[in-house]
């Protein structure tokens, strides 16, 4: 973990620098060959998709390479989520420029990404596990780039299979200013639909290792 942990929190440098850099082209090729060499590196042995990596933990929902939480994600932020003591889940985070949509500002999708991780983890902190079946983001104001965000999901309801769940997004300074309003539902599949979706998941050793249950515990921070 420790070493999965570091290169993700290297390439992160990374790719925030090759987003953020103003060297010439020369610099940018001499950095090319180096990524080249790293790739080559961590090529020599790779899993196909739906084989978990040797670090997950599919019943406690940890999953190293997520590209929200990863902490061996280059893409992801990574978030760390909470349970919110005013109920739901919260994970704060400071977004850079790998992240741009409007200058200076959050992608509009990259808030959609966040919002829906978030609204899944609320579902799942509440034992209702579910996947995406209809986001809805307001965009109220523009997110700001390089400054505190608190970011929350709460369930609203949950009828059989279905959970209702909503979510925010604020500078964290002004909390109740909301930014991103989001909606959801998550919805458990129904038996056929795990198997036909998950059936051939497996985890580093090959046993067969399907999403976790409902009633699972979950990667939430007390
Ligand atoms: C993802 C695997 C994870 C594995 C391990 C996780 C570790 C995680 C760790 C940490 C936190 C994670 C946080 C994750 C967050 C991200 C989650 C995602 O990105 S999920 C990917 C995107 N979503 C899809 O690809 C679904 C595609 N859609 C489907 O496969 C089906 O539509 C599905 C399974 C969602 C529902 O199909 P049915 O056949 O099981 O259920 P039916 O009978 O259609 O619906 C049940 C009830 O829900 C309502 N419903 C369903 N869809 C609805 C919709 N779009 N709008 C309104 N109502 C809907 C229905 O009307 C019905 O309600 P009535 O019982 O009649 O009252």
Known sequence: MAAVTELGTALRA????????????????????EARRATALLEADRRPPGRLPPLDDP????????PVTGVGSAVAPPLTLRGDPAGGVRAEATLGLLYEGPPGYLHGGMSGLLMDHLLGAAAIHAGLWG????????????VPLGV???LRGW????????????GSIAAADAPDRVLVQAT??????RAEKMDAYFATVTDAAGRHTPPGRPT????VQP
Do not use: K, W
């Open 14 to 33: 990374l790719v925030d620098a090759s987003v953020s850099t103003a060297v010439g082209p020369e610099e940018l090729r001499a950095a090319a060959a």
């Open 148 to 150: 505190p965000l608190v």
């Open 59 to 66: 019943v406690a929902f940890r999953r190293v390479y997520s």
């Open 216 to 219: 699972d515990a979950t990667a």
């Open 184 to 189: 959801g539902i998550f919805v458990t599949p």
């Open 155 to 166: 369930v609203e309801r949950n009828a059989g299979r279905r959970t209702d769940v909503a």
């Open 131 to 142: 996947m995406t079946a209809h986001l809805e983001l307001d965009y109220r104001g523009p």
